[in-house]
């Protein structure tokens, strides 16, 4: 089976989580703060780590949005980030 790979901006993806992942989180305990790290970060740096952990998505054709397959914990520690705050 071949997969395909797409970029989108972050802030343009409409994720949600798989049916069957939230199942299998549901009991999960862990919560991501913010690193001030991460500021001082190119954004080049960014782009590359998120390009080198693609994420598994389905599309939804119901509401036109991605199911995720799996977790991503630098999607996550990203989106935890509040960028030039």
Do not use: W
């Not at 343009?12 to 049916?19: C, N, Y």
């Not at 305990?29 to 080198?52: G, T």
């Not at 949005?65 to 980030?81: G, M, N, P, V």
């Amino acid at each position: 089976m071949k997969y395909k790979q797409k970029s989108i901006p972050l802030l343009e993806a409409e994720l949600k989580p798989h049916p069957l992942l939230i199942q299998l989180t549901k009991n999960d305990v862990i919560q991501l703060k913010a690193n001030q790290s991460i500021d001082d970060l190119p954004i080049e740096v960014v782009r590359s780590l998120l390009d080198l952990h693609p994420l598994a998505v389905i599309i939804d054709t119901d509401d036109n949005s991605y199911l995720t397959l799996t977790t991503s914990s630098i999607l996550e520690r990203f989106k935890a980030h509040q960028f030039g705050k």
